[in-house]
Nanobody
Protein backbone atom coordinates (compact mmCIF):
# COMPACT_ATOMS: atom_id res chain seq x y z
CA UNK A 1 0.00 0.00 0.00
CA UNK A 2 1.29 3.43 -0.90
CA UNK A 3 -0.21 6.86 -0.50
CA UNK A 4 1.26 9.73 -2.49
CA UNK A 5 0.34 13.18 -1.23
CA UNK A 6 0.88 16.24 -3.37
CA UNK A 7 -0.34 19.74 -4.00
CA UNK A 8 1.17 21.66 -1.14
CA UNK A 9 2.65 25.06 -1.60
CA UNK A 10 2.33 28.65 -0.60
CA UNK A 11 -0.77 30.79 -0.49
CA UNK A 12 -1.79 34.12 0.89
CA UNK A 13 -4.44 34.57 3.53
CA UNK A 14 -7.79 33.98 1.91
CA UNK A 15 -6.30 31.89 -0.84
CA UNK A 16 -6.88 28.29 -1.80
CA UNK A 17 -4.87 25.11 -2.14
CA UNK A 18 -5.95 21.63 -3.14
CA UNK A 19 -4.11 18.61 -1.83
CA UNK A 20 -4.24 15.21 -3.49
CA UNK A 21 -3.61 11.77 -2.07
CA UNK A 22 -3.26 9.05 -4.68
CA UNK A 23 -3.37 5.46 -3.49
CA UNK A 24 -1.96 2.24 -4.83
CA UNK A 25 -2.47 -1.19 -3.37
CA UNK A 26 -5.90 -0.44 -1.98
CA UNK A 27 -9.18 1.02 -3.09
CA UNK A 28 -9.90 4.21 -1.24
CA UNK A 29 -13.64 3.77 -1.61
CA UNK A 30 -13.42 0.73 0.65
CA UNK A 31 -11.63 2.31 3.58
CA UNK A 32 -11.69 5.43 5.67
CA UNK A 33 -9.17 8.05 4.70
CA UNK A 34 -8.25 11.24 6.41
CA UNK A 35 -6.12 14.32 6.22
CA UNK A 36 -3.98 15.33 9.16
CA UNK A 37 -1.62 18.21 9.74
CA UNK A 38 1.30 18.87 11.98
CA UNK A 39 3.16 21.95 13.02
CA UNK A 40 6.70 21.52 14.25
CA UNK A 41 6.69 20.91 17.96
CA UNK A 42 3.00 20.11 18.10
CA UNK A 43 0.99 16.94 17.87
CA UNK A 44 -0.49 15.85 14.59
CA UNK A 45 -4.18 16.70 14.39
CA UNK A 46 -6.96 15.34 12.26
CA UNK A 47 -8.34 17.82 9.76
CA UNK A 48 -10.88 15.87 7.80
CA UNK A 49 -11.87 12.31 7.06
CA UNK A 50 -14.16 10.41 4.75
CA UNK A 51 -15.70 7.05 5.41
CA UNK A 52 -15.24 4.38 2.78
CA UNK A 53 -18.52 2.71 3.68
CA UNK A 54 -20.99 5.59 3.45
CA UNK A 55 -18.92 8.56 2.25
CA UNK A 56 -19.63 10.32 5.51
CA UNK A 57 -17.30 13.24 6.19
CA UNK A 58 -16.00 14.89 9.30
CA UNK A 59 -14.04 18.08 9.81
CA UNK A 60 -11.97 19.75 12.45
CA UNK A 61 -14.10 22.55 13.84
CA UNK A 62 -11.67 25.24 12.78
CA UNK A 63 -11.80 24.20 9.12
CA UNK A 64 -15.53 23.60 8.78
CA UNK A 65 -16.95 25.61 5.92
CA UNK A 66 -13.49 26.19 4.46
CA UNK A 67 -12.14 22.71 3.70
CA UNK A 68 -13.86 20.04 1.65
CA UNK A 69 -12.75 16.44 1.38
CA UNK A 70 -13.69 14.48 -1.73
CA UNK A 71 -12.80 11.30 -3.54
CA UNK A 72 -12.41 10.36 -7.19
CA UNK A 73 -12.91 6.62 -7.37
CA UNK A 74 -11.75 6.40 -10.98
CA UNK A 75 -8.43 7.95 -10.04
CA UNK A 76 -8.33 6.28 -6.61
CA UNK A 77 -7.46 9.66 -5.20
CA UNK A 78 -8.74 11.70 -2.28
CA UNK A 79 -8.57 15.47 -2.23
CA UNK A 80 -8.95 18.22 0.27
CA UNK A 81 -9.90 21.59 -1.13
CA UNK A 82 -8.76 24.26 1.27
CA UNK A 83 -10.31 27.70 0.83
CA UNK A 84 -10.19 30.90 2.82
CA UNK A 85 -6.82 29.86 4.13
CA UNK A 86 -5.46 31.37 7.32
CA UNK A 87 -1.90 31.60 8.59
CA UNK A 88 -2.81 29.08 11.27
CA UNK A 89 -3.45 26.52 8.53
CA UNK A 90 0.28 26.48 7.88
CA UNK A 91 1.49 22.94 8.52
CA UNK A 92 2.71 19.76 6.93
CA UNK A 93 -0.32 17.87 5.72
CA UNK A 94 -0.54 14.08 5.62
CA UNK A 95 -3.10 11.65 4.31
CA UNK A 96 -3.84 8.42 6.08
CA UNK A 97 -5.81 5.33 5.18
CA UNK A 98 -7.03 2.94 7.82
CA UNK A 99 -7.20 -0.66 6.65
CA UNK A 100 -8.61 -2.87 9.39
CA UNK A 101 -6.19 -2.32 12.27
CA UNK A 102 -3.39 -0.84 10.18
CA UNK A 103 -2.78 2.76 9.28
CA UNK A 104 -0.95 3.81 6.14
CA UNK A 105 0.45 7.30 5.85
CA UNK A 106 1.44 9.32 2.85
CA UNK A 107 4.48 11.53 2.94
CA UNK A 108 3.80 15.03 4.14
CA UNK A 109 3.23 18.02 1.93
CA UNK A 110 3.90 21.51 3.21
CA UNK A 111 1.27 24.21 3.09
CA UNK A 112 2.38 27.71 4.01
CA UNK A 113 -0.09 30.54 4.35
CA UNK A 114 1.28 34.04 4.56
CA UNK A 115 -0.55 37.00 6.00
Amino acid sequence: VQLQASGGGSAQTGGSVRLSCAASGLRLDQYSIGWFRQVSGKEREGVSCMSGSDDGTHYLESVKGRFTISRDNAKNTVYVQMNALKPEDTAVYYCKARVDSRAYWGQGTQVTVSS
